[in-house]
């Protein structure tokens, strides 16, 4: 790897157990995709969960490390050219406003997921890519980070219109 440029991937679940989420990136193919596409580092923060994923990549050359939780994973957020995270609004706001390139993954196992509506709504918009834990290879196979378009936070309305909307409030 000598002089090639370091280019993180950060993977985040929060403070919840996502397995599903650290399985796949753990995935040789997974990490074949990301290498694929110029990133040569994978820091995984697994949070709650059993599943240990692998310090070492098999046929890549992707350095790989994990680790369970970190006072703040803002540093992580700032460092990476890629973040990969669970559906919780507070990781996928602070990761918008570090202007990173965003992949939320969808952790269908929650019961009443308004996270999915929040990550569909932005995808929408062109802010981050959507995935589930199935469909993450593709994604990233797929992805084209010039499609992005910059986070701007701006009034609550548009905020406050879809919580309404969710909630099942009139929309004015």
Do not use: W
């Not at 059993?50 to 490390?65: A, F, H, K, N, R």
């Not at 834990?133 to 936070?153: G, I, R």
């Amino acid at each position: 790897m000598g002089d090639r440029e370091r280019r993180v991937v950060f993977v985040t679940v929060g403070t919840t157990c996502f397995d599903a989420l650290v399985k796949v990136v753990d995935s040789e193919e997974v990490k074949q995709a990301l290498l694929q596409k110029g990133y040569t580092h994978l820091v995984i923060q697994m949070g709650r969960g059993t599943y240990m994923p692998t310090e070492t990549s098999g046929i890549s050359d992707l350095q790989v490390e994990h680790f369970t939780f970190s006072p703040s994973i803002a540093d992580y957020i700032r460092e990476a050219s890629l973040v990969i995270s669970h559906a919780g609004s507070g990781s996928i706001f602070e990761t918008l406003r570090l202007g990173k390139p965003l992949i939320v993954v969808v952790n269908e196992d929650l019961m009443d997921n308004h996270q999915s509506e929040l990550a569909d709504e932005l995808a929408e918009r062109n802010h981050l890519f959507c995935a589930h834990p199935q469909t993450l290879l593709e994604t990233v196979e797929a992805m084209d980070l010039n499609v992005l378009q910059p986070y701007m936070p701006g009034g609550a309305k548009p905020v406050v219109a879809l919580i309404n909307k969710f909630l099942g409030f009139p929309v004015s």
